[in-house]
């Protein structure tokens, strides 16, 4: 089901269990935030930064009970509720920071980028407040990163740089060891806790080759899709025992859902957008994706 929404591009979608609260961020745009209890219902917040980029948020819970926002040129942001945010100082000149995740179990927030030379890629925080660099194993440019509780282990993806085949993993967030992808170029992971398998996506891939799997984040194998879909979000629900990827190419088909992670369908979609990022909620039963393209109708909802 469509929502109505302010036509910013929105690129990504986190879940607050302990607030009940879906929030969403925009790179540019008059608002670059909006908040909803129901992922229907929306109010648009402000972030700082007027001419700041904002490229991934997501929700730290446990004892901390943070949405962290990071983005380009070194951009970290904190919020206790999504709507006052904090501007973060992190330690480096020009980074640009392009996903994060939070591991309750090591009480801990990862981000991941790119930057001009050197291979500070990684930055860890405890709070969401004071952040520290560490060190990637190689210059790839690292877009997304996960936490799998089962295996202790954050996973990261890469699409490019010095070797755009790259899978980094890390038990602890510190030291980091590469991996090598069956082919280049992945864009989003997701780890599916009840199935303990991780899934990434890749935006472009040799033919319908756009999809790996792994069941400890060091040996990969890809997975054929129906259609050659450009793909670039990725989520998993427990209770509907799915993975879902949104892709931005294939017409009236924009969602792919697979019970394993190995065989895949596409799913029909209200409308053909740009959808970036997907989520579930599991205290509302609900799947919710953004948009960065479309006419005010860039989130939609599926129960």
């Known amino acids: 089901m469509l929502q109505t929404t302010f036509t910013n591009n929105w690129v990504s979608i986190c879940w607050s269990p302990e607030l009940k609260l879906f929030a969403v961020i925009a790179p540019v745009g008059t608002y670059k935030a909006m908040t909803s209890s129901n992922g229907e219902d929306w109010q648009f917040r402000t972030l700082p930064g007027p001419t700041a980029i904002y490229n991934c948020v997501c929700w730290g819970g446990k004892n901390i009970n943070l949405f962290v926002v990071v983005g380009t040129d070194n951009r970290a942001l904190s919020s206790p509720d999504g709507i ?35 291979a500070d890629r990684i930055m860890t925080s405890t709070n969401g407040i004071g952040w520290t660099v560490r060190t990637s194993p190689t210059l790839s440019n690292w877009k997304n990163v996960c936490w799998s509780p089962k295996l202790g282990l954050f ?9 755009g085949s790259g899978i980094m993993t890390s038990p602890n967030g510190i030291v980091w060891t590469f991996q090598t992808a069956p082919i280049a170029g992945w864009y989003n992971i997701c780890w599916g806790e009840e199935v303990g398998l991780f899934v990434a996506v890749a935006v472009n891939a040799s033919n319908n080759d756009r999809v790996i799997s792994s069941p400890d984040g ?80 860039r989130v939609m909802t599926c129960m």
């Open 84 to 118: 006052t945010w904090t501007a973060r100082l992190t330690t480096l000149s020009n980074p640009d920071w392009n996903g994060v995740c939070f591991s309750p179990e090591r009480n801990l927030f990862v981000a991941v980028g790119s930057h001009s030379s050197t």
């Open 155 to 163: 996973a990261a993806v890469a699409d490019g740089g010095t070797d």
């Open 218 to 297: 060091v040996v990969w194998t890809l997975r054929t899709l129906p259609e050659a879909a450009s793909c670039v979000g990725v989520c998993w629900s427990s209770v509907a025992g799915l993975f879902v990827i949104t892709n931005n190419n294939i017409t009236g088909r924009r969602i792919i859902s697979s019970p394993d992670g190995v065989v895949w369908t596409m799913r029909n979609t209200p409308a053909d957008n740009g959808w970036t990022s997907v989520v579930w909620s599991p205290e509302i039963g609900r799947f919710v994706a953004v948009s960065n393209t479309g006419a005010s109708d």
